[in-house]
């Protein structure tokens, strides 16, 4: 990740990136603590007003599995796992982030599971882990190969894969036009 990539990215100069971020350590710290905080403010505006925890999962994959078709975004993405191994700091903000989504995937998943809206042989922690680590993987896997690329099918690939673990009551087919 270059300075000028993120000066770019977040509107302000590199000199101010410069005086008030002493290493990259902490700018990437900081960079991450800023979007997380930005998602979980749209995540909760956005999720209370959805009626229904099957549409509720779907938007929540949605915004997890975002619409980016750019390699720079997966890349950011990828190199932040990997500084985050080196930084406790940084490793401990990545791991808050994927604790508060595998929360809000799991209470909805639970809610739904509870009320019979929706079915699994899974219970809702298993059900989030392994969505999580879905989108997670299939977005790391974007860097490995064209198939990968067609974002389109990246995102059918997730809908086909949580249909099969997860299913709206009083449905054969979970199949979705976003799919």
């Known amino acids: 990740m270059r300075l000028i990539d993120i ?3 977040s509107e302000v100069s590199i000199g101010s990136l410069q005086h008030r ?8 710290h900081s960079a991450i603590v800023l979007a997380d905080e930005k998602s979980r403010k749209r995540v909760v505006a956005a999720f209370s007003e959805i009626k229904g925890s099957w549409q509720r999962l779907h938007a929540q994959i949605d915004h ?13 993405w990828l190199e932040l796992l990997s500084a985050s191994s080196r930084n406790p700091e ?5 791991h808050t982030q994927q604790e508060y989504w595998l929360e809000v995937l799991e209470t909805n998943l639970e809610q739904g599971l509870d009320s019979g809206e929706l079915r699994s042989a899974l219970d809702a922690g298993k059900l989030a882990a392994t ?6 993987g299939l977005f790391a ?18 809908y086909d894969a ?3 673990l997860v299913q709206q009551a009083g449905t054969e ?7």
């Open 7 to 9: 000066a770019d990215h």
């Open 21 to 28: 971020f002493r290493n990259r350590s902490t700018l990437l």
């Open 64 to 76: 997890l599995a975002g619409d980016t078709t750019h390699d720079t975004e997966t890349g950011y």
């Open 90 to 94: 940084l490793y401990e903000a990545m």
């Open 131 to 136: 969505i999580l680590a879905l989108i997670d």
């Open 141 to 158: 896997s974007r860097v490995f190969g064209d198939r990968y690329q067609d974002f389109a099918w990246v995102r059918g690939l997730i």
């Open 162 to 164: 949580v249909h099969a």
């Open 173 to 179: 087919a979970n199949r979705t036009e976003s799919a």
